[in-house]
């Protein structure tokens, strides 16, 4: 219950946290919540906890590290590279 | 050791927290990506402490890293859309894996029923291979009408609405099936896992093209849901609250798109709009011609003009036209007038993409005017250019009660003294709706592609 607890709190918090992004942030903002979203890599490590898992377990985990990992690396990298465009006038040029 | 763990992954979640607050403004936005980065780095490293067996997780993180590594290096900003519902979708299938494997490693505690403390887990381990399934191929098929390689109009057939019905109802039944007995219910979980496979494809096909900000935002919440139910398999609280966090940044931001289309949600996922059913009977015929113009005389227009918009679409990305764009802008700058660049919300096929281009060509921040912004002052405008868009700009929705876009904000181009539209050709929006604005008395066409009609303009003013 108390998982339920932090989940219906964090739900809130998200909603409070995003509600007043400027439309021009919002693709880097997607890209960005994107890569948090790569957090179930922490679930796809923790199925390497046992030590003798059976074969299908073994390539469902690995799996699910490698898709896990495109998505933190290449979400972080994507939104720090669309950021780094993002330029006021003097710097700009 | 565990303390240390927790707190550790209490870490991760404030820092994520900090992280999307301060994506929210422009000047922290960077800071805020890299602060989410390392909260995400923490969290790892915490994980891994716990001594786990290194060598797949190793060849996992390698193959993976470099594939996103590669993609986010060589992606081209005019394939961000198609991009990001990539992503969302290895999020999906990353959680669905999660909960099919977990669901192997403990489905032998569970050959005499379920116990009580177990049954979030299960119940948990169903709605990750779901969630996850939906996200994952809904995603493929969202990037694959993106990047138009099936065709970005809606599919739509009869019984549509039945068949999804049944399937949900077999997955729902699946469900019941698999949490009363999980250790006896392989197969209807292989069953149910093929299911959503299904249901995501079944879900996106009869969705338009110009809807596709929606979708994008919608896969993106899921993908979050779908991380927050792997975090419910395995008790895992940073699981739960980044998951959750980005669900809800999902869910804010599909509100803000189906506003910005003066839709709602189940308008935009089940009423396959633009595929003709609604557009052809209704539309009314549009009076009168449009009226062509060369580039030579669309820059005497442009030579004396002292204020002009720039009003780009999803036209301006397919042409690759925003560093001409912005030469342009500069010009016209240099010659005295004042230059902005409007932006629609739902501009573009995700949220934000137009601000993405623009900004890469170099377009300064303070140029870019949001539609509310841009319309009240729209009527001293002198030229406003409309490259590549349409459905935005099209006067019907505010005059036009029978258009299917009738009530949509959009930006009052009609409303500045004289509007240059550039367009490829008299072919209708994706929303396939008529445009009385090509027809209006201060329009004036340029033919021809974004870029190139572009480039003419400014090789007028250099020569």
């Not at chain 1, 919002?26 to 906890?49: D, R």
């Not at chain 2, 929210?24 to 994980?47: C, D, E, K, P």
């Not at chain 2, 005497?300 to 990305?317: D, K, Q, T």
């Amino acid at each position: 219950m108390l998982l339920l607890f932090t989940f219906v709190l964090a739900i809130f918090l998200g909603f409070e946290l995003i509600a007043k992004v400027p439309s021009q942030l919002h693709t880097p903002l997607m890209s960005g919540s994107n890569a948090i979203s790569g957090i179930s890599i922490v679930g796809a490590l923790i199925v390497f906890k046992g030590s003798d898992n059976e074969t299908l377990v073994t390539v469902l985990g690995t799996i699910a590290v490698a898709c896990a990992s495109v998505n933190v690396v290449g979400g972080y990298f994507v939104t720090d590279r669309m950021l780094s465009m993002f330029k006021k006038k003097e710097g700009g040029k | 050791m565990e303390v240390l763990i927790e707190l550790a992954y209490v870490l991760s979640a404030v820092l994520f927290i900090f992280g999307l607050k301060m994506l929210g403004s422009a000047n922290t936005a960077r800071r805020g990506n890299l602060l989410s980065a390392f909260g995400m780095l923490i969290a790892v490293i915490a994980t891994v402490a716990q001594g786990l067996d290194l060598k797949f997780i190793l060849l996992g993180a390698a193959i993976g890293g470099i594939i996103g590594l590669v993609a986010a290096i060589r992606v081209p900003m005019t394939s961000m859309p198609e991009f990001v519902a990539l992503f969302n979708g290895t999020g999906g299938l990353a959680s669905l894996l999660v909960g099919w494997a977990e669901y192997r490693n403990r489905m032998e505690n569970w050959t005499e029923g379920v116990p009580q403390d177990d049954l979030i887990s299960v119940i948990a381990i169903y709605l990750a291979v779901l969630i996850g399934g939906v996200t994952f191929t809904g995603s493929i098929i969202a990037y694959l009408k993106l990047s138009e390689k099936i065709g970005g109009k809606p599919f739509l057939y009869t019984g549509q609405q039945f068949v999804n019905g049944v399937l949900v109802l077999g997955i729902v039944g699946c469900g019941v099936a698999f949490v009363l007995d999980p250790a006896g219910m392989h197969t209807p979980f292989l069953v149910a896992v093929g299911a959503s496979f299904l249901l995501g494809i079944l879900f996106t096909i009869p969705i338009g093209g110009a809807d596709m900000p929606v979708v994008i935002s919608l896969l993106n919440s899921y993908s979050g849901l779908a991380a927050c139910a792997a975090g419910f398999v395995i008790s895992n609280t940073v699981l739960i609250v980044s998951g959750a966090l980005v669900g809800a940044s999902g869910i804010v931001l599909t509100t803000i798109m189906c506003k910005a289309m003066n839709r709602s949600l189940a308008n935009v996922l089940f009423s396959g709009f633009g595929s003709g059913t609604t557009a052809s009977g209704t539309a009314t015929a549009v009076q009168g011609e449009a009226k062509p113009i060369v580039a030579e005389d669309a820059y005497y227009v442009l030579e004396a003009a002292s204020s002009v918009v720039f009003v780009p679409g999803y036209g301006m990305a397919v042409a690759q036209a925003q560093h001409a764009v912005r030469e342009l802008g500069d010009i016209l700058e240099e010659n005295g007038a004042e230059v902005k660049y409007a932006v629609h919300p739902v501009a573009g096929r995700m949220p934000g993409h137009m601000n993405v281009l623009l900004a890469e060509a170099n377009v300064p921040y303070e140029q870019l005017y949001e539609m509310d912004d841009i319309n009240p002052v729209i009527a001293n405008v002198d030229v406003a250019i409309v490259i590549g868009a349409n459905d935005v700009v099209n006067p019907a929705a505010r005059t036009e009660e029978s258009s299917p876009i009738y009530g949509m904000p959009i930006i009052n181009v009609d409303y500045a003294r004289s509007v240059f539209v550039l367009k490829r050709s008299m072919r209708s929006g994706f929303a396939g709706v008529e445009n009385p604005l090509f027809f209006n008395e201060n329009t004036r066409m340029l033919f021809g592609d974004a870029k190139a009609s572009i480039e003419a303009l400014v090789g007028q003013f250099k020569g």
